[in-house]
């Protein structure tokens, strides 16, 4: 074992020898880093290889304390995300600096029983080093991710405000004289009960306004008018939205199977909810035309004690899980017509009733769940044995 002295005497003899050839090894290591021109500052990296190996070097005489190198490491982990480096170009240009390093000590003359000491001392320097600049280099590149991405979430936000405000003013003008159109549609029922194809003409005229009327949710605020809120019965209002569907479904040969429990009673915007089923059985009724097979559409209804959870079925196409993942966003659509806004309404719908909504999709069926909290007064009643 080595005495203190003759190893401070080997310490000083080895930091003036990497003095001496410090020229010799920067010119070297910047032979064989992996540096883009366009990018890196060739100068800042020759002057970060010149502070790590005088580190080093004088690391042999003066110890150095952990945030000393932490403090260097930091400095260094930011100039290379300011860079937009790739963290395996650092890394290695790093470990080459340590490597070199190793065959210079090796070069020194000292006696080789002694050089595993200092090798071992070059290796811990390096991996702190290593460590505090990879967490640093790691951690600044999530926060300017994060930085990014809100960014990009606020500028979507922005951009969909003003074309919520664009949209709202042009569907209020379209739909003053759309209105008007309808009511003279209904007198002239009233005039002329057996005037051909003014059934279908009104059927569609009700389908424009309610398109209409999606365009307009959008440019709401998120928030439920109390006004409209009262007690209502779900059973009710599909059969509602099925009936005003009726001549569709029976064009394509759907087939309809309802489960619906007709007790079940929530609190919420009627006209808000018949949307929202009236918009997921229309996608259902598309979806199922779009295929030869038996056309079906399920609807089902499950109850505890404090939810409702209405699930539509249907056995069109598979909708594939990276649609599945933005089927909710606005103006994101998986038909070749659609205008994205439907979905992201129900949505918000379900939401502004501190409900749910979800989508999966198999081989076999395609399916929409709807949860939402039901009026717990009714349960009580159904649970009473009187009733």
């Not at 910047?30 to 005088?54: A, C, S």
């Not at 990276?322 to 017509?337: G, M, N, Q, R, S």
Request: charged residues 25%.
């Amino acid at each position: 074992m080595e005495s203190t002295d003759q190893m401070d005497h080997v310490y000083q003899q080895l930091s003036q020898f990497l003095k001496m050839h410090h020229k010799e090894f920067i010119d070297l290591w910047e032979e064989q880093i992996i540096v883009h021109n366009d990018k890196d500052d060739i100068d800042l990296i020759r002057h970060n290889g010149f502070i790590m190996y005088e580190f080093i070097s004088k690391s042999f005489v003066k110890q150095l304390s952990d945030d000393q190198i932490q403090s260097l490491a930091y400095k260094i982990a930011k100039q290379r995300v300011d860079a937009e480096i790739n963290i395996g170009e650092f890394v290695y240009n790093v470990n080459l600096g340590r490597s070199l390093i190793v065959k210079c000590v090796n070069l020194s003359g000292i006696e080789i029983e002694k050089l595993q000491l200092i090798i071992d001392l070059i290796n811990r320097q390096f991996d702190l080093f290593c460590y505090h600049a990879v967490s640093r280099y790691t951690e600044l590149k999530d926060k300017k991710l994060q930085e990014q991405n809100l960014y990009i979430s606020q500028t979507h936000k922005d951009r969909l405000a003003i074309l919520g405000q664009m949209s709202s003013c042009f569907v209020h003008e379209f739909r003053n004289p759309l209105t008007s159109v309808m009511g003279f549609i209904k007198l002239l029922k009233d005039d002329y009960p057996k005037l051909p194809y003014l059934d279908i003409v009104s059927k569609e005229l009700e389908e424009l306004k309610f398109r209409i009327t999606q365009f307009l949710h959008t440019s709401r605020m998120n928030t439920v008018n109390e006004s409209k809120m009262g007690e209502i019965t779900i059973k009710f209002i599909l059969e509602e939205v099925l009936d005003f569907l009726y001549p569709s479904i029976i064009d394509g040969k759907i087939k309809v199977n309802t489960k619906i429990d007709p007790k079940i009673k929530i609190i919420g915007d009627q006209n808000e909810l018949k949307q929202v089923f009236l918009n997921l059985l229309m996608n259902a009724v598309d979806a199922v035309r779009e295929d030869e097979k038996q056309r079906k559409i399920d609807i089902n209804t499950e109850v505890d004690s404090e939810h409702i959870k209405i699930v539509i079925s249907n056995n069109g196409p598979t909708i594939n899980a990276d649609e599945v993942a933005y089927i909710f966003e606005p103006f994101y659509t998986t038909k070749k017509l659609g205008t994205g806004i439907g979905l992201f309404v129900c949505k918000n719908i379900i939401e502004k009733h501190n409900g749910k909504i979800h989508c999966l999709s198999n081989n076999d069926l395609t399916t929409f769940e709807i949860t939402l909290p039901i009026n717990k007064s009714v349960c009580e009643e159904m649970a009473s044995p009187t009733k």
